[in-house]
């Protein structure tokens, strides 16, 4: 069955701090992965979408991470700000006519 | 190229009622997503449409939901005789093909009362 876990589920870290959010996927056959930003009562942004031969891509301060063999993905955040607060969501896409596999999110809080 | 639209953004219903959501793609966009978003959990899979052709539509419960993407208008879900469960935030996306990046659309917040 075509799986997305992330991890964690929630996480809280000071402003100026960095963070690391994990993906895991059972996505079979594999066309890509994409990170999405959902802020509170927002629709998603896409952050960053990585095929099969990339291995880390990164926008602004946020980069992620490929590896196709063991079917891990993170994104890390670089001197995170009270604006990155929001949900974020590792999406993978596989070949044929199986739509998009959507993870549950990690909620991300940045306080002061 | 204004981004994908959906509307209305707020939708009330009384229970019975139906419930027409819609759903603008992106210009040259011909695929599109529908996703269900129940508060605190994540976009949930409903249906897949290529203009014209339901692709994948295992995600939408058989009775009282439908989706249509006509080939000029934009994409209807739409929830025949709402019960209180249906609410939750409904999204679309569309993409340019199957593979290329989904653009998602601001939503419609359903809310059954």
């Known amino acids: 069955k075509n799986q997305v876990e992330q991890s964690p589920q929630s996480l809280i870290i000071l402003e100026g701090k960095n963070c690391t959010l994990q993906c895991n996927y059972t996505v079979s056959p594999f066309s890509n992965l994409r990170w999405y930003k959902q802020d509170t009562g927002r629709g998603p942004v896409s952050l960053t979408i990585m095929t099969f031969s990339e291995n880390t891509k990164s926008n602004g301060r946020y980069t992620a991470t490929l590896d196709a063999d063991t079917k891990q993905s993170s994104l890390h955040i670089t001197a995170s700000q009270l604006s990155d607060s929001a949900s974020y969501i590792c999406v993978v896409s596989a070949n044929g006519n199986t739509p998009l596999v959507f993870g549950k999110g990690t909620r991300l809080s940045v306080i002061a | 190229n204004a981004g994908v639209m959906q509307n209305p953004r707020h939708l009330v219903r009384r229970r019975g009622q139906e419930a027409r959501l819609r759903c603008s793609p992106m210009k040259g966009h011909s695929h599109v997503y529908w996703y269900r978003q129940l508060p605190e959990e994540g976009l949930k899979f409903m249906v897949y449409?290529?203009?014209?052709?339901?692709?994948?539509e295992s995600g939408m419960p058989k009775e009282r939901f439908s989706a249509e993407f006509p080939k000029e208008g934009p994409s209807i879900l739409r929830i025949q005789q709402v019960v209180r469960g249906d609410s939750a935030a409904y999204f679309c996306a569309s993409s340019p093909d199957r593979v290329a990046e989904a653009f998602f659309g601001q939503g419609t917040r359903l809310t059954v009362v």
């Open positions: 449409l290529q203009k014209e052709n339901i692709i994948d």
